[in-house]
């Protein structure tokens, strides 16, 4: 019976978009050489002794990295092998017809005899996505998990790997659209994607720019005062008190040294003469004059300056405390100008 050409057309766009999906699957081909090749070689044993011991995932990896190196029939082969055991069957069963491809080319109507067996196996196990798009969009984007599904593919089975997988439908000007779902083997499952929904959109003229926060403006001459005395000159007349009383203190010890220099002074006269002071107690006499006379200058100099400084400070803060004029303008852009007077007498 001669098919339809209508069916001949679904045919070829099924065998396109499985196309699609191999060119995914299979690495790309790669310039051998003779290291290459000793290195596929290896990686080739290494992926067979892992498959025998049921380590499929390094298995596999170990096929796809030689088969990378070089393309041999029967690396792909062992590759399909790998994956359909490790259950990914929709990457093997796609792998088997590259391979059987190779080995019509080949001529190595073993491999070709392997490759149909286990695609005719596979087949009815696959798990399809048959998906369909109600109302399509300019620029849209479907993708199922990882992979693009191009425009032409709408409306065909296409073969997944058993597993979770999230559909996302994306187009310039609309909300996008995602669906989650399981694969499971021998399930045909339908997704229609909706109409996209247009993302909100505000008329030019009703549209105006969110108002900005106008800024305060502070203006203070001299600086705010508050109702009571600030901290700092407060301190300030604290320190001067205590500075003043320790002035004094100094001034009055000074004048005990000075006391005692002249009284030592006066011994010493008597004991030694008008000129010169020989004697052993005259000199001591005379020494101890000398040193008493020293304290009681640095004492009472040092007292005349803290008690000067006390001095200065206390008539100082006293004049900036009696007479305080503030002024504060605030601006505000909603409530006008307010100003703010505080007076201190």
Not at 32 to 57: C, H, I, N, V, W
Not at 99 to 126: G, K, N, S, T, Y
Not at 239 to 260: C, D, E, I, M
């Amino acid at each position: 019976m001669i098919a339809s050409s209508s069916h001949v057309v679904q045919v070829l766009r099924s065998s396109l978009a499985v196309a699609a999906i191999v060119s995914l699957a299979l690495p790309a081909a790669a310039q051998g050489s003779p290291t290459d090749a000793a290195a596929a070689e290896a990686l080739f044993r290494a992926g067979r002794e892992l498959m025998d011991q049921g380590k499929y995932t390094r298995a596999c990896d170990q096929f796809k990295a030689s088969y990378e190196l070089e393309r041999a029939g029967g690396t792909l082969l062992n590759l399909a092998l790998c994956h359909e055991k490790e259950g990914r069957i929709a990457t093997a069963w796609l792998e088997y017809q590259q391979a059987e491809a190779d080995a019509i080319r080949d001529q190595r109507d073993d491999r070709e005899v392997f490759a149909q067996e286990h695609m005719a196996a596979l087949r009815p196990r696959l798990p399809k996505i048959l998906l369909t798009v109600d109302a399509p969009v300019p620029n849209m984007a479907v993708k199922v998990g990882d992979f693009e599904v191009p425009p032409a593919s709408f409306g065909l089975e296409l073969p997944f790997d058993p597993g979770t997988y999230e559909v996302v439908v994306e187009a310039p000007g609309f909300r996008t659209w995602r669906r989650s779902f399981v694969m499971k083997e021998r399930s045909l499952l339908p997704i229609s994607v909706p109409p996209l929904q247009p993302l909100p959109k505000r008329a030019e003229s009703e549209w105006q720019p969110a108002p900005r926060p106008e800024p305060v403006h502070t203006e203070r001459r001299p600086p705010l005062a508050a109702d009571n005395t600030s901290s700092a000159p407060a301190a300030l007349r604290t320190s001067a008190w205590v500075g003043g009383a320790a002035g004094v203190a100094l001034v009055g010890v000074g004048s005990y040294f000075g006391v005692r220099a002249l009284q030592k002074k006066s011994e010493a006269d008597d004991v030694c003469g008008p000129d010169t002071c020989e004697g052993e107690r005259g000199s001591a006499l005379d020494a101890e004059a000398h040193d008493a006379a020293i304290k009681a200058n640095l004492l009472i100099g040092g007292g005349v300056i803290l008690t000067g400084l006390a001095t200065f400070t206390l008539l100082w803060t006293a004049e900036d405390q009696s007479s305080q004029e503030s002024v504060a303008v605030e601006t505000n852009a909603s409530d006008g100008v307010l100003a703010t007077y505080r007076m201190r007498w």
